[in-house]
């Protein structure tokens, strides 16, 4: 395979960013070589710019559940460009996406759009902490929230990759507050609720972790956060950015049947711009300026093209679209399974939805240590490169979920499974 303008562009891009690349997991690092420079999208496809073809299972971190360039979005986004780009106004499109939103996640009664995942954890903590008149959180060891510094501890996925508990620059003073306990564990859970009785503002998960390759919650585990956070008067905030209409087309909220009291969301509601949102009941979210006293502001917030991209996306969506995708993952894993065994190459597989992930480990992986513990990142990373000089782009870590969209039709899990065939050939010899 031919890389030689990618390999140009990765110099040059490295002397102008640090690592050459806008977000850390891009730059290979955990897997090594060289990050190929995109051109374009197309489908199921992502071609660089040495024009190699690519099965796309990263789908730009989870957003693009329609695949890349679909015409229904390229109209939208073509609409919209002509009529402009951004007014700092109010605009029928926040309604428009706000109304689908809801009536897919009925819980979100109120919503606020921001412009990244990032942005709505942390808001969504501070309106917790305002609400409750409480200050400390609960989170998961191996759950990403974004990069705000409270919820840099233990965070997945990227610090995890680069061996970081984590984040430098990030105050004892920051971190004091957050209280973290591995995931799946509710003993901990309440532990931590007695430990800090009467201080706990909030919990906050992913109710699907796909920030430490994909860890299903065990059952009863989310039931027991609901109760726990009644218990002890405290919110439950799913941090949906990843799981929202990706693990079924009311998000984690309904696959589980629980109405977390915040929801955040950012990823497929964007269509690939970018986008954040936290919304959930009335009484919560009307504590949000201007009706409340919980500042939280965005110049380019409910952007129109961003608003255009989700209501045109979500616009696609049905139960239908599940249905489909969660066939396709799981011929997909099925297929890795199987070809895993003859190569006597042992794998654990997940999938929840649209959304699928595998560890190389012969035990299950059920949390944040379990992951660390047993998953054979060597083995990965040469999976990856024989997977990418076969034409199939997987997430460049072990520890991050992989993503189907529409476009994901059998003959392209046919090819993926080829490809997978041979990589794994060569990767057990
Ligand atoms: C991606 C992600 C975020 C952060 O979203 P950004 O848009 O990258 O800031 C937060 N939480 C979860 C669960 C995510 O997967």
Same mark, same amino acid.
């Given at each position: 395979?031919?890389?030689?303008?990618?390999?140009?562009?990765?110099?040059?891009?490295?002397?102008?960013?640090?690592?050459?690349?806008?977000?850390?997991?891009?730059?290979?690092?955990?897997?090594?070589?060289?990050?190929?420079?995109? !051109?374009?999208?197309?489908?199921?496809?992502?071609? !660089?710019?040495?024009?190699?073809?690519?099965?796309?299972? @990263?789908?730009?971190? &989870?957003?693009?559940?329609?695949?890349?360039?679909?015409?229904?979005?390229?109209?939208?986004?073509? =609409?919209?460009?002509?009529?402009?780009?951004?007014?700092?106004?109010?605009?029928?499109?926040?309604?428009?996406?706000?109304?689908?939103?809801?009536?897919?996640?009925?819980?979100?009664?109120?919503?606020? +759009?921001?412009?990244? #995942?990032?942005?709505?954890?942390?808001?969504?903590?501070?309106?917790?902490?305002?609400?409750?008149?409480?200050?400390?959180?609960?989170?998961?060891? %191996?759950? *990403?929230?974004?990069? /705000?510094?409270?919820?840099?501890?233990?965070?997945? $996925? &990227?610090?995890?990759?680069?061996?970081?508990?984590? $984040?430098?620059?990030?105050? =004892?003073?920051?971190?004091?507050?957050?209280?973290?306990?591995? *995931?799946?564990?509710? @003993?901990? @859970?309440?532990?931590?609720?007695?430990?800090?009785?009467?201080?706990?503002?909030?919990?906050?998960?992913?109710?699907?972790?796909?920030?430490?390759?994909?860890?299903?919650?065990?059952?009863?585990?989310? =039931?027991?956060?609901?109760?726990?956070?009644?218990?002890?008067?405290?919110?439950?905030?799913?941090?949906?950015?990843?799981?929202?209409?990706?693990?079924?087309?009311? #998000?984690?909220?309904?696959? *589980?049947?629980? /109405?977390? !009291?915040?929801?955040?969301?950012?990823?497929?509601?964007?269509?690939?711009?970018?986008?954040?949102?936290?919304? &959930?009941?009335? =009484?919560?979210?009307?504590?949000? /300026?201007?009706?409340?006293?919980?500042?939280?502001?965005?110049?380019?917030?409910?952007?129109?093209?961003?608003?255009?991209?989700?209501?045109?996306?979500?616009?696609?969506?049905?139960?239908?679209? *599940?249905?489909?995708?969660?066939?396709? &993952? /799981?011929?997909?894993?099925?297929?890795?399974?199987?070809?895993?065994?003859?190569?006597?190459?042992?794998?654990?597989?997940?999938?929840?939805? $649209?959304?699928?992930?595998? +560890? +190389?480990?012969?035990?299950?992986?059920?949390?944040?240590?379990?992951?660390?513990?047993?998953?054979?990142?060597?083995?990965?990373?040469?999976?990856?490169?024989?997977?990418?000089?076969?034409?199939?782009?997987?997430?460049?870590?072990? +520890?991050?979920? #992989?993503?189907?969209?529409?476009?994901?039709?059998? !003959?392209?899990?046919?090819?993926?499974?080829?490809?997978?065939? %041979?990589?794994?050939?060569?990767?057990? $010899?």
């Amino acid at each position: 395979m031919n890389i030689t303008n990618s390999l140009i562009s990765f110099a040059e891009a490295q002397r102008l960013m640090p690592g050459g690349v806008s977000s850390p997991v891009r730059a290979f690092k955990a897997v090594g070589g060289t990050p190929r420079f995109i !051109d374009r999208g197309d489908g199921p496809y992502i071609y !660089d710019i040495d024009g190699n073809r690519y099965i796309d299972y @990263v789908l730009s971190w &989870g957003p693009l559940i329609l695949g890349h360039a679909h015409p229904a979005l390229v109209a939208a986004l073509t =609409d919209q460009i002509s009529r402009g780009t951004s007014f700092g106004a109010p605009t029928q499109l926040e309604i428009r996406l706000a109304g689908s939103i809801r009536e897919a996640m009925p819980c979100i009664e109120m919503i606020r +759009f921001v412009n990244s #995942g990032t942005e709505a954890t942390m808001s969504a903590i501070r309106l917790a902490r305002a609400f409750t008149g409480k200050n400390k959180m609960i989170k998961f060891a %191996g759950c *990403y929230h974004g990069h /705000a510094d409270m919820l840099l501890v233990e965070a997945g $996925s &990227g610090v995890m990759t680069l061996g970081m508990a984590a $984040s430098a620059g990030v105050t =004892d003073g920051e971190v004091e507050d957050t209280i973290t306990v591995q *995931y799946n564990d509710l @003993v901990g @859970v309440r532990n931590a609720f007695e430990s800090y009785a009467g201080q706990i503002a909030a919990v906050i998960v992913e109710p699907v972790a796909g920030n430490m390759g994909l860890v299903l919650p065990s059952e009863g585990f989310l =039931d027991g956060l609901w109760e726990l956070t009644r218990e002890h008067e405290a919110l439950l905030i799913f941090d949906e950015v990843m799981t929202g209409f990706r693990v079924a087309l009311g #998000g984690a909220c309904a696959a *589980y049947g629980i /109405a977390a !009291d915040i929801v955040c969301l950012g990823k497929v509601i964007g269509g690939g711009l970018p986008v954040g949102a936290y919304g &959930g009941r009335k =009484d919560i979210m009307e504590q949000v /300026a201007p009706l409340g006293p919980v500042y939280q502001a965005g110049t380019l917030s409910g952007n129109p093209l961003a608003m255009a991209a989700g209501v045109a996306t979500l616009g696609e969506l049905s139960e239908d679209t *599940y249905t489909f995708l969660e066939r396709q &993952g /799981a011929r997909l894993l099925e297929g890795l399974r199987k070809i895993g065994k003859e190569y006597g190459i042992p794998l654990q597989t997940a999938q929840a939805g $649209s959304m699928i992930g595998f +560890f +190389f480990s012969d035990v299950p992986v059920n949390d944040y240590t379990s992951a660390r513990k047993y998953a054979d990142t060597t083995r990965y990373a040469r999976f990856f490169h024989a997977m990418l000089d076969r034409g199939v782009y997987l997430a460049p870590s072990q +520890f991050e979920a #992989g993503f189907l969209s529409i476009r994901h039709t059998d !003959d392209v899990i046919d090819a993926t499974l080829e490809a997978a065939r %041979g990589a794994m050939q060569e990767i057990a $010899s």
